[in-house]
Nanobody, 127 residues
């Protein structure tokens, strides 16, 4: 069982930056994907970024809406996943969740692919 705890959310003005962290109780050898998702009020949860591990190589993917602004990274020694967010926009306002999967099937942004989820951290961007 993997437990995930997000932190780093907050309120910023448009153009500002935040770095989200996701501390994991453990990353198993079967971990294949780690991702960040977000959900705004009244909207479906959507994939923001993910890192897929395949044959010891990491592949990074991003939603088009955040490419060039957000960077996902991980610190294996600390069992921590990060999301560096820059040039934030009001439309980035949402609850942000980290997630972990031991499955390779499915697309990186498919919610059902991920078995483990954190409780979320709120990001609010004002104009």
């Amino acid at each position: 069982q993997v437990q995930l705890v997000e932190s780093g959310g907050g309120s910023v003005q448009a153009g500002g930056s935040l770095r989200l962290s996701c501390a994991a109780s453990a990353y198993t050898a079967d971990t294949t994907r780690m991702g960040w998702f977000r959900q705004a009020p009244g909207k479906e949860r959507e994939g923001v970024a993910a890192v897929t591990i395949l044959d010891s190589t990491s592949y990074y993917t991003y939603a088009d809406s955040v490419k060039g602004r957000f960077t996902i990274s991980r610190d294996n020694a600390e069992n921590t996943l990060y999301l560096q967010m820059t040039s934030l926009k009001p439309e980035d306002t949402a609850m942000y969740y980290c997630a972990v999967s031991t499955r390779l099937r499915g697309r990186w942004y498919d919610v059902p692919v991920y078995q483990y989820w954190g409780q979320g951290t709120q990001v609010t961007v004002s104009s």
